[in-house]
């Protein structure tokens, strides 16, 4: 048995200095070095020894065993630098080429249409006003002609805080209770941006959370042609001299008369789409004289002021001027559809 551990040992080291790679080296490590190795069979075996021959015999064992385990650490080692220094002489990097060029970021196409429709009415002479996303129950319904269990707020799927009485605003109309309260009894004329939100199914022309622009204007002799008028006006600056608009009566709580503004649908043209819901056009605000209890609410007299309030999409405005069919897109984050604007 000593003479059978000497002659693999010798074979073992023998077959080590062929190993030219990792894949060799693997091999030889499993056939050696293995739970089924020869070496591993014979330690196995030494309770079958005589007492006589078994500390010679496992004595031996553990030498063969270090000493091929040390010779395989060495000629790992050693591969493992060969390859090192094989990868720095074939595979060197060139610092004279160009890099990468770094791609620049883009501004969102619901910030570029924000941006332009800011533009527009600041050249009409309207103010930008800036109010809360999260607001009380009192400025989202209330003080706007909804009182509690008014079924008009059935009208807006609301999103509720745990704490009473706080949700995330469904429109932008309660800036307007803000700005008049903070200004009354000045003449107002400001539009009023952000983020609405709604507990409603997703479509291609519905989404949870949208922006909307607000717009308000309060003074003395305000009539709804001046409204009519200044909405055809910003239809023209933002789609064309040639648009066409219509005007539709609606309700809403909180102005009377109020109207929905439709602009026709340059997706199919006026034929028809599955954004427009085949109509061949596609709404794009809400709108009216506002309402004489809002006006009291926010600290004007009705018998003296009156004005004009109107909210508009401003994804829905986006999916018209570029010809966008469904606005998930939005919100995907789809780099595909971000880099066209």
């Known amino acids: 048995m000593l003479?059978?551990?000497t002659e693999l040992e010798n074979k073992a080291l023998a077959e080590l200095e062929q190993a030219a790679g990792q894949a060799d080296l693997k091999a030889w490590k499993v056939k050696y070095l293995g739970r089924s190795a020869e070496?591993?069979?014979?330690?196995?075996g030494l309770r079958d020894l005589?007492?006589?021959?078994r500390p010679a015999v496992g004595r031996r064992a553990n030498e063969v065993k270090n000493a091929i385990e040390k010779a395989y650490e060495a000629h790992f080692e050693s591969l493992r630098a060969e390859t090192l220094d094989r990868s720095l002489r074939e595979e060197r990097l060139d610092v004279t080429l160009p890099g990468r060029s770094v791609s620049h970021g883009r501004v969102?196409?619901?910030?570029?249409?924000?941006?332009q429709i800011y533009a527009i009415w600041a050249e009409m002479g309207f103010q930008v006003y800036l109010s809360r996303e999260v607001e009380s129950d009192e400025y989202n319904f209330a003080l706007l002609n909804m009182p509690e269990h008014h079924p008009a707020r059935d009208m807006w799927d609301t999103f509720h805080t745990t704490e009473p009485g706080v949700l995330?605003?469904?429109h932008t109309s309660p800036g307007q209770i803000h700005v008049m309260r903070e200004r009354a009894p000045e003449p107002i004329r400001v539009i009023l941006p952000g983020m609405c939100y709604r507990y409603e199914q997703i479509t291609a022309r519905s989404e949870i959370q949208f922006n909307q622009v607000e717009g308000l204007a309060v003074g003395r002799h305000i009539t709804f042609a001046d409204l009519k008028g200044t909405l055809n006006a910003f239809a023209r600056r933002m789609f064309?001299?040639?648009?066409?608009?219509?005007?539709r009566a609606a309700h809403f709580p909180f102005t009377e008369p109020s109207a929905e503004m439709d602009i026709e649908c340059f997706i199919c043209?006026?034929?028809g789409c599955q954004v427009c819901k085949r109509t061949g056009w596609l709404e794009i605000l809400g709108c009216g004289m506002v309402h004489p209890i809002v006006l009291h609410n926010g600290g004007y007299d009705p018998h003296v002021f009156s004005g004009f309030a109107f909210g508009m999409g401003t994804e829905r405005i986006a999916?018209?001027?570029?010809g966008i069919e469904d606005i998930r897109y939005f919100w995907g984050n789809d780099l595909r559809f971000l880099e066209q604007f």
């Open 319 to 322: 999916m018209l001027k570029y």
């Open 168 to 170: 995330l605003r469904t």
């Open 269 to 271: 043209s006026g034929e």
């Open 50 to 53: 005589s007492k006589q021959e």
């Open 108 to 115: 969102h196409p619901a910030n570029q249409t924000l941006r």
């Open 3 to 5: 003479e059978r551990l």
């Open 39 to 44: 070496l591993a069979t014979i330690t196995a």
């Open 240 to 247: 064309g001299q040639e648009v066409r608009t219509r005007f």
